[in-house]
């Protein structure tokens, strides 16, 4: 895949590429790797566990989510699901199981840290997005750096660079702290101060680590993959970040989450102390979704509730 991305010019000034709101092109569609059949090969390929089908709820400030048991329906089902029904299905950590998308990820992340010097991705991670045509991903905060590349379909996405009366701190912390979930109150109000982007295929975004964003479909099945990275700046803001969650349960008010110098040294030594309490306590992440429904094409919506278990309302588009 030759040129797999462009960058605007005045992106490739060091720290730009991570502090920005920008879209940008790429090449991913070259690959063969996004038609139906590839992406059906690749769900009857991977374990199931790395599989999310989920439904959403149709309003944004109502949070209302549901999973699918999706055993014993292949990719071609799975996929014929979603452009008949309002679904969300993710193919989780791909690079670690598909050395193909492996491959074509890094191309990018490869080139983008050409074209930035200074610019280094670590811990690198991807998961394949697909999606009907009026699904919806809620107002959330991730927790690494992000991009999404938009493969196939048309997407908004509504970015909120200016969020910092919107989150309380203490939610925000136990976001970055994996010890709640990612979504996080939303009112409409907060569009007023949001970039929206129209997303078409081949075209990419990213933006500033943790900024809150949401995900409206447009038209068509939506295909994307996103991924995330650490650069090594990011990745100290969470530990430090982390730390000073821990501090305040200790009454101190900690104001910053310093990357360097004595400041970032003493959160360390905080930090691994958290890390090494938590490894003997066997911490788990709380948010773990429930499954409660199954594919059914003759259902309304193609959803059957599980036996014993109640189906979400989701509404109606």
């Known amino acids: 895949m030759s040129a797999p991305l462009t960058l605007p010019d005045e992106i490739r000034e060091p720290g730009t590429v991570e502090s920005t709101v920008f879209t940008a092109t790429h090449r991913l569609d070259d690959s063969g790797l996004y038609t139906d059949e590839s992406l059906a090969r690749l769900i009857d390929a991977v374990p199931r566990e790395m599989l999310g089908f989920s439904a959403m709820g149709t309003d944004p400030e109502n949070y209302v989510w549901g999973e699918a048991d999706v055993d014993g329906f292949d990719g071609a089902t799975l996929l014929e699901a979603v452009k008949r029904g309002r679904f969300w299905l993710t193919v989780r950590k791909v690079m670690e199981v598909a050395p193909d998308h492996a491959a074509a990820v890094d191309e990018l992340y490869d080139a983008l ?21 009026t699904a919806m991903v809620y107002y959330h905060v991730d927790v690494p750096q992000n991009i999404l590349w938009h493969v196939r379909g048309r997407k908004r996405v509504y970015v909120y660079p200016d969020w910092r009366d919107d989150v309380p701190e203490d939610l925000y912390e136990a976001v970055l702290d994996a010890d709640r979930e990612e979504d996080v ?100 992440a709380v948010y773990e979704y429930p499954t409660n429904f199954r594919i059914d094409f003759d259902a309304e919506g193609c959803m059957a509730p599980i036996e014993g278990r109640e189906l979400p309302e989701f509404g109606r588009v």
């Open 113 to 133: 840290e050409n074209l930035c010097p200074g610019f280094e991705a670590t811990r690198r991670s991807a998961n394949i997005l697909i999606s009907s045509p």
């Open 185 to 284: 109150p939303y009112r409409r109000a907060f569009d007023d101060r949001a970039e929206v982007y129209d997303l078409n295929p081949g075209e990419w975004i990213t933006w500033p680590q943790n900024t809150p964003h949401r995900v409206e479909n447009l038209e068509g099945l939506n295909v994307s993959v996103s991924t995330e990275h650490y650069t090594p700046r990011a990745l100290r803001y969470v530990r430090s970040v982390r730390a000073n969650r821990t501090l305040r349960k200790f009454g101190l008010r900690p104001t910053s989450a310093p990357t360097e110098g004595v400041g970032y040294a003493a959160r360390m030594g905080v930090f691994t102390a958290k890390r090494l309490a938590e490894k003997y306590a066997a911490r788990k």
